[in-house]
């Protein structure tokens, strides 16, 4: 395919494309939409690239992103250090924290186990995790992952890992979502909702 643009514009779109949610013509839309608006987007974005690449490291307790080590969220003395809650990536500890209903620590296993991926334990944060469960401080140990195969695969493997500690170790609630119709949802999802019920 003959290019439209320059090198330079080419490089920004094939670059913008290999980001999450964002195809070729999306690409290139955002990078019209960027060098049309040079002074109020372009250069702006471009600095706090530069400024992410140089200060964000990944929190060496929890695997958390931040410009601090520890993170902002670990160096909270407000925070309880006794429930940790287990996500696969940063995207689910900015999630749970946008909905503002925990208050505890994370750790961040940076994946899930996949056999078809070829993704082991080794590839993960897990050997941290159960030392910071075994270290005296954690109580309980909050298993937030998908709710997806590989999601539960990892779970159980974690519980696993996790029961010499001694700490309590939980799931997340799985069933009909706030809002959610029962005709809409998946067989799955009314089966775990049904399993999970509770009192009125």
Not at 88 to 106: D, I, P, Q
Not at 107 to 135: K, N, Q
Not at 142 to 162: E, K
Not at 167 to 177: D, F, H, I, K, Q
């Amino acid at each position: 395919m003959a290019q439209s643009a320059g090198p330079e514009i080419e490089r920004l779109i094939s670059l913008l494309a290999k980001l999450p949610g964002l195809g070729q013509r999306s690409a290139r839309r955002a990078a019209l939409a960027l060098l049309k608006r040079r002074d109020q987007l372009l250069l702006p974005l471009s600095e706090a690239l530069s400024e992410a690449a140089a200060r964000v490291k990944v929190c060496s307790t929890c695997g958390s992103l931040d410009t601090q080590d520890p993170c902002a969220i670990c160096a909270d003395a407000t925070r309880d250090g006794a429930l940790i809650c287990v996500v696969e990536e940063v995207g689910a500890l900015w999630a749970m924290e946008r909905a503002g209903a925990f208050r505890g620590r994370y750790h961040v296993l940076g994946g899930l186990l996949s056999a078809l991926d070829g993704v082991g334990p080794e590839a993960l944060r897990v050997g941290g995790l159960v030392a910071r469960a075994s270290d005296g401080v954690a109580r309980e140990v909050i298993l937030a992952l998908p709710a997806t195969v590989d999601g539960q695969t990892t779970a159980h493997y974690l519980a696993d890992r996790l029961g010499p500690s001694g700490v309590s170790v939980t799931m997340l609630a799985r069933g009909v979502p706030v809002g959610g119709e029962l005709d809409w949802l998946d067989d799955g999802t009314i089966a775990q909702a049904m399993r999970a019920r509770r009192p009125a």
